[in-house]
Nanobody, 130 residues
Framework: QFQPVESGVGLVQPGGSLRLSCAAN????????IGWFRQGPGKEREGSGC????????NYADSVEGRFNISKDIAKKTVNLQMNSLKPEDTGAYYC???????????????????????WGQGTQVNVSS
């Protein structure tokens, strides 16, 4: 079964950095699209970024563009979310998700819309506060 698992919960000051990881349990991560999402207090879930199968492309939300970076570690079977220059509004529960239902050609691109994803992790908490 497809079971992405997040790790890297933490408390960080504004301007700091934090790395989250998503373990590809039960699937080959480079065969599918992986997305990162978050939900802050009193907010709806929103996409932060995504990476395609075989890392053809990445896509980031405007709110994190230039600050967040998604990468893969094939040997460790993880997808990493490197978060830099963190702001208080980045606080929230972060989720990784897997999109599997599209063709190989279509999965050369990715979207930050949650409706495109099929399997979700349980989430990990990030708190950006002084």
């Amino acid at each position: 079964q497809f079971q992405p698992v997040e790790s890297g919960v933490g408390l960080v000051q504004p301007g700091g950095s934090l790395r989250l990881s998503c373990a590809a349990n039960g699937f080959t991560l480079d065969d599918y699209v992986i997305g990162w999402f978050r939900q802050g207090p009193g907010k709806e879930r929103e996409g932060s970024g995504c990476i395609t199968r075989r890392s053809f492309n990445t896509n980031y939300a405007d709110s994190v563009e230039g600050r967040f970076n998604i990468s893969k570690d094939i040997a460790k079977k993880t997808v990493n979310l490197q978060m830099n220059s963190l702001k208080p509004e980045d606080t929230g529960a972060y989720y990784c998700a897997v999109e599997t239902s599209r063709t190989l050609q279509l999965m050369r691109q990715c979207e930050t819309r949650g409706d495109d994803y099929d399997y979700w992790g349980q989430g990990t908490q990030v708190n950006v506060s002084s």
